[in-house]
């Protein structure tokens, strides 16, 4: 199986393609999180990409291709993959397209997570993750069961995304909309597109996800 998640920062793309990681064992390929451990090791791609991470721009597509193109072909990869956050441009979207000939095999879907923008930003600014496992958290949605206290590993330090303030989050929507917007009827033309609806409830989400895989 090997699937796009697309949306706007907040949409819900990591939580959904770690369930399915979770259940199906499609490996979940989030660049956002490889530039993030990339920034923290402290290597050449880290230091390329922090300061345009930290405005909420994109990171060139030259490099962001180079990450992907070798990362699918890995032995985790081989039940699948799902692609979150990747890709970003027209421009990635042809060099993945390249990638998978190369590789004689194709995308078999591609899944927009419809949403409000307008209730994205509050989604974001109010999410956080375990620091131990990095389970993900909210503010207002999902607490902690016992305050300060991990519910999956007991661990009681938490980080919160450099990036996830409001001002960057602005910026990070507008990259979406002139950059990212682009790619549903680029793959919409291909016959791959299809929608669930973003802002459902986290199970019905997934539901909706399975329905199009033909897993429900
Ligand atoms: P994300 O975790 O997907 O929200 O990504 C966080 C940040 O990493 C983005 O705001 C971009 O600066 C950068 N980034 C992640 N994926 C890409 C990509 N495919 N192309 C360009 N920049 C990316």
Not at 61 to 84: K, N, S, V, Y
Not at 107 to 123: C, F, G, S
Not at 167 to 180: D, F, G, I, K, L
């Amino acid at each position: 199986m090997k699937l796009i998640l697309l949306g706007p920062p907040g949409a819900g793309k990591g939580t959904q393609a770690q369930r399915l990681q979770d259940e199906f064992g499609y490996r979940q390929l989030s660049t956002g999180d490889m530039l993030r451990a990339a920034v923290a090791s402290g290597s050449e791609l880290g230091k390329q990409a922090r300061a345009i991470m930290e405005r909420g721009e994109l990171v060139p597509d030259a490099l962001m291709i180079g990450l992907i193109d070798g990362r699918i072909g890995e032995p985790d990869c081989a039940a699948g993959f799902i692609l979150d956050g990747f890709p970003r441009t027209v421009a990635q979207a042809e060099a993945l397209d390249r990638m998978l000939a190369q590789r004689r095999t194709a995308l078999d879907h591609v899944i927009e997570m419809e949403v409000d923008e307008a209730a994205l930003v509050a989604r974001i600014v109010g999410r956080f993750t375990c620091a131990k496992c990095g389970t993900g958290y909210h503010d207002t949605f999902k607490r902690p069961t016992k305050e300060g206290v991990c519910d999956v590993c007991g661990a009681t330090e938490f980080t919160r995304r450099k990036d996830d303030n409001e001002e960057t989050v602005r910026t990070r929507m507008a990259a979406y909309r002139s950059q990212t917007a682009p790619l549903l009827p680029y793959y919409a033309g291909r016959k791959l597109l299809r929608k669930v609806d973003g802002m459902a409830g986290m199970d019905e989400v997934y539901r909706q996800l399975k329905a199009v895989l033909g897993r429900a």
